[in-house]
């Protein structure tokens, strides 16, 4: 099916309303200048009641003031810590519950076994949370808690 529309000038009655200079030169600026009013100032008289002057503090008053760096997170943990998991934490964690695995699921058993590296450390509003590689372990790495996590001391350790 074809439309076709045929509009005439007069088709919007809206643009008829203005004059014709505007319609031809829309570039055109019209300048507002502000003159000072030559009424002399009308002075509202005191009243008796004196209020005390309120104190400001002297770091918002002064022009040198610098502004407010925010603190820099401090972290329990280092990027290239070697970590494992406790098991009995993540197992009553709602980390382990929200993947709806079997109790004592055995597919796990690398996150308690083998060395895990922290490579992110982030503080969300839940806590502080450590993105966790397996060293050797094609899987991807995991955003876990940091207190479920145990710190190794020396890079090579024995396997439970």
Known sequence: MVFSASLSHNSFSCLTQFPQNFRRNPLRVHLIRAVKSTEPEKKVPETKTQEPPVAEPSSSSS????PKVPKKPVYSMKKGQIVRVDKEKYLNSVNYLSVGHPPYFKGLDYIYEDRGEVLDLRIFETGEYALIAWVGIPTAPAWLPTEMLIKSEKLNYERL
Do not use: D, I
């Open 63 to 66: 022009p040198t003031a610098s």
